[in-house]
C-alpha cells in the first residue's frame, strides 16, 4: 500500500516562505512511475490542486492564483515531492495535501488522484 508522508507546514508571516516535502514508500509503489500533485484546503472551501509534476519531473502546472509563487518539484531517486513557497499570503493558510496520481503525465483533476497525503497545516498571519 502506497503511503504519503507530507512535512514542512508550520506558522510563517505574510511574504515568508516555506518548502513543504512529501514522501512517499510502498513495497510495491514506483514513484518514479507516476505525476504527483499538491492540494490545499482551507476551511469551509473546497481542496483545489495547486501543482503537478510529470512522473520525470520534466512537465509542470501551476494554479494562476500560486504561478511565480509556488513551484513544484521532485526527486526520484528520494522518492519525495517539493513545493517551494513563497511570498506567503494570508489567504494561503490551509491544509495541504500531496497526492500520487492515476497517470505519469501532469493531472489536472483531483479525479485523477488515487492515494492522499494526511496532509500538513501551513498558517500564514498577517
Known sequence: QVQLVESGGGLVQAGGSLRLSCAASARTFTFSSYAMGWFRQAPGKERE????????????????????????????????VYLQMSSLKPEDTAVYYCAKAKYPRVSRSPYEYDVWGQGTQVTVSS
Open 49 to 80: 490542486l495547486l501543482a503537478s509534476i510529470s512522473y520525470r519531473g520534466d512537465s509542470t502546472y501551476s494554479l494562476d492564483s500560486v504561478k511565480g509563487r509556488f513551484t513544484i518539484s521532485r526527486d526520484n531517486a528520494k522518492n519525495t
